[in-house]
């Protein structure tokens, strides 16, 4: 038989039995990847490797061409004895042709980071990689605006899928320097002595 006094608690007892237990989640979606899919940057502060295969090419023409031919003919004559005639002519031709060119390319690896996330979901990345071999100092400074479908499955994005690129090369030291024109040669170019 059963008490009276005790039947509420025996009924808090089976209805407690009686509710799904729950249990906390063993498996973190934000620290841990999908075991069937590779980790690629998608959230602030991720890393992303960046691809640079930068190939650029640009060739400017122009022409002119004139002919100018200008004669002056006279004759002078007074009597029989006094006969003379001159003539003068004045020709020119011009063929002018200029042309330019300039090409410039550049092949490297950068890791980048995260610094944003768009609400169209694209990253903001920026990164720079700083070498210093032998006194001559490299910098390299990307940012811009990739796609999450243009990060392949290693995590890594050509510099040609960046939008809004933004890719500077600088270096500095004594190779840097001694590519530079000397002094004398920069005076004799600008006084247009050859």
């Known amino acids: 038989m059963i008490d009276l006094r005790t039947l509420p608690v025996f009924l808090a007892v089976l209805l407690a039995l009686d509710a799904p237990a729950g249990a ?3 498996y973190n979606h934000d620290s841990w990847p999908a075991l069937a899919s590779d980790r690629t940057a998608h959230k ?3 890393v992303l ?6 190939s650029a090419a640009a060739t400017d023409t122009a022409s002119s061409g004139s002919t100018r031919d200008s004669k002056v003919g006279g004759e002078l004559s007074a009597g029989t004895t006094f006969d003379k005639s001159a003539s003068l002519g004045l020709s020119g031709e ?4 200029g042309s330019i060119g300039r090409s410039g390319g550049m092949v490297a690896q950068i890791s980048v980071t995260v610094d944003g996330v768009l609400p169209n979901g694209d990253l903001h990345i920026a990164g720079q ?3 210093n071999i032998n006194g001559e100092k490299t910098k390299i400074q990307i940012k811009g605006r990739v ?3 243009d990060i392949s499955p290693a995590n890594t ?3 040609s899928r960046i939008a809004d690129a933004a890719i500077d090369y600088d270096g500095s030291g004594f190779v840097t320097r001694s590519a530079q024109a000397g002094l004398l040669t920069r005076v004799f170019n600008w006084l247009g002595i050859p």
């Open 24 to 26: 906390a989640d063993l």
């Open 157 to 159: 994005v050509l510099s």
């Open 94 to 97: 011009s063929d002018d042709t």
């Open 44 to 46: 602030s502060g991720d």
């Open 49 to 54: 490797t960046v691809l640079v295969y930068e």
């Open 129 to 131: 990689q700083v070498m």
């Open 147 to 149: 796609r999450l479908a």
